[in-house]
């Protein structure tokens, strides 16, 4: 097994640690630090951002050769962190500590170690590592109004409040459907530089919220709830495939589920019908390609599953008010 020692703060200087480790070089796009995972070693990158109020980001997405662990030794206290796994397991153990969790895919553990032990992680060689961690420096961290932490869930409550570690707090669950949509959203996301970063504070300040609020309420999970597996799988329909899959017949026909629980399934979701959905997704593809691509508006029409260029003209100036062509000239 390779171990990459980490011993630095903040996320700079993690990243910094690691291409010390293995080679590379950290990349800064307006505070945003990002690692390319090098070639000996594996595939994909690491990256991560602070933010202001302790708040912290990180995204490991990527692939290692080999049985590869990160251990987080910095000689002070660590942050609470919350780890939401979307792919294959990986381990997580308290340093000088035997105890393993393994974290299975769309779990969630919410860690925070004693005094100033650190923590380790595990990924198994040739597995798909798709791991985002929240992080607070809960000496720093505000959330604007002191009466909020009454509102909290106890063990939650007490897991921010204690900002000199002088207890080990360890939690686990499931990651819901609307915290997997929002990492969805930013693997997505298309901006860089300072908007970016503006983007991901305020995803980063959401997936927490709903985070305390799925330990502030009792959730009753259906069997005729969708699945965050089954969400992403059309999810990833839609963005490898719109002209094919841009209807709910089709998405339906694939999945082989009827049409009136997927109906339900992206009402549950999305708080929409799925024609609603994708109507609106269908819209967003439509400007994405004209402000990122010299592609023709025939050529888009095909791409969104629309076969008339002329039509596709038609519903995009009932909507903007101006033609694809008078659009695209202003981008």
């Known amino acids: 097994m390779e171990t990459l020692k980490v011993k630095s703060l903040p996320i ?18 307006c505070e945003v ?40 030794t ?3 206290v660590h942050p609470l962190k919350f780890l939401y796994n979307l792919s294959d397991p990986f381990i997580h153990t308290f340093e000088n500590d035997d105890e393993l969790h393994t974290a299975e895919q769309f779990k969630n553990l919410i860690v925070a170690s004693k005094n100033t032990n650190g923590h380790i992680l595990r990924f198994h060689a040739q597995k798909s590592v798709k791991l985002n961690s929240i992080e607070i420096d809960r000496e720093r961290f505000e959330v604007g109004q002191d009466c909020y932490y009454n509102q909290l869930n106890e063990t939650i409550k007490n897991a921010i409040l204690d900002s000199n570690a002088e207890s080990r707090h360890f939690l686990e669950g499931g990651i819901s459907l609307k915290i997997a949509h929002e990492f969805r959203t930013i693997d ?26 799925d330990y502030n309420t009792v959730t009753i ?15 990833a329909l839609l963005q490898d495939d719109f002209s094919t899959y ?20 992206f009402k549950k979701y ?15 593809l439509i400007v994405e390609l004209l402000e990122e691509s010299s592609l023709s508006i025939k050529e888009i029409a095909k791409l969104v599953g629309i076969e008339n260029s002329s039509y596709l003209s038609k519903i995009f100036k009932s909507k903007f008010k101006l033609t694809p062509a008078e659009y695209r000239k202003r981008c």
């Open 12 to 29: 700079k200087d993690v990243l910094n640690n690691l291409a010390d480790e293995m080679g590379g070089k950290v990349v800064n796009d």
């Open 33 to 72: 630090y990002s690692l390319k995972i090098p070639q000996e070693y594996g595939t994909g990158f690491i990256r991560g951002v602070n933010f202001t109020n302790g708040l912290a980001w990180v995204q490991y997405d990527c692939k290692f050769k080999q049985d590869v662990e990160i251990r987080f």
């Open 74 to 76: 910095v000689n002070q």
């Open 188 to 213: 997505h996301y298309k901006y860089d530089n300072f908007i970016r970063k503006m983007f991901l504070a305020g995803r980063t300040y959401e997936i927490l919220a709903l985070q305390l609020r």
């Open 221 to 235: 999970v259906e069997d005729s709830d969708p699945t965050p597996e089954l969400m992403l799988e059309i999810d």
């Open 246 to 265: 841009g209807s709910v017949r089709a998405i339906a026909t694939k999945l082989k589920i009827p049409e009136s629980k997927l109906q339900h399934f």
């Open 270 to 284: 999305y708080g929409m019908t799925g024609n609603e959905f994708l109507k609106q997704h269908r819209m967003d």
